[in-house]
């Protein structure tokens, strides 16, 4: 079972960027494809990104295209999010899962391991 951490949350400004840090123990992530959710107040869990295990390529969810990159490193067992031009309507708790496997695909990472989270807020 791998344990993950999400941290990098935090408050900032519409317009502003943080990196979110997901840092796995336990196990390797090699294996692993990595994805980034988040949940607003009142609001489903909405998948944005994913990374493949098998080579990296990445998946983003129309919302969050262009404004956010996933990346992995797995040297260091840890996947990053990194998003830039935040805006009010990003505000929402943060999740990083990981399953193993070579490719995202339409996984819900419901057999993966998640995280505790982390809060975003994005003040206007």
């Known amino acids: 079972q791998v344990q993950l951490v999400e941290s990098g949350g935090g408050l900032v400004q519409s317009g502003g960027s943080l990196k979110l840090s997901c840092t796995a123990s336990g196990v390797s992530l090699e294996p692993f494809f990595i994805g980034w959710f988040r949940q607003a107040p009142g609001k489903g869990r909405e998948q944005i990104s994913c990374?493949?295990?098998?080579?990296?390529?990445?998946l983003y969810a129309d919302s969050v295209k262009g404004r956010f990159t996933i990346s992995r490193d797995n040297s260091k067992n840890s996947a990053y999010l990194q998003m830039n031009d935040l805006q009010p309507v990003d505000t929402a708790v943060y999740y990083c899962?990981?399953?193993?496997?070579?490719?995202?695909?339409?996984?819900?990472?419901?057999?993966?391991?998640w995280g505790q989270g982390t809060q975003v807020t994005v003040s206007s």
């Open positions: 990374i493949n295990s098998a080579d990296r390529s990445t």
């Open positions: 899962a990981a399953e193993r496997g070579p490719w995202c695909g339409y996984s819900d990472f419901s057999s993966g391991s």
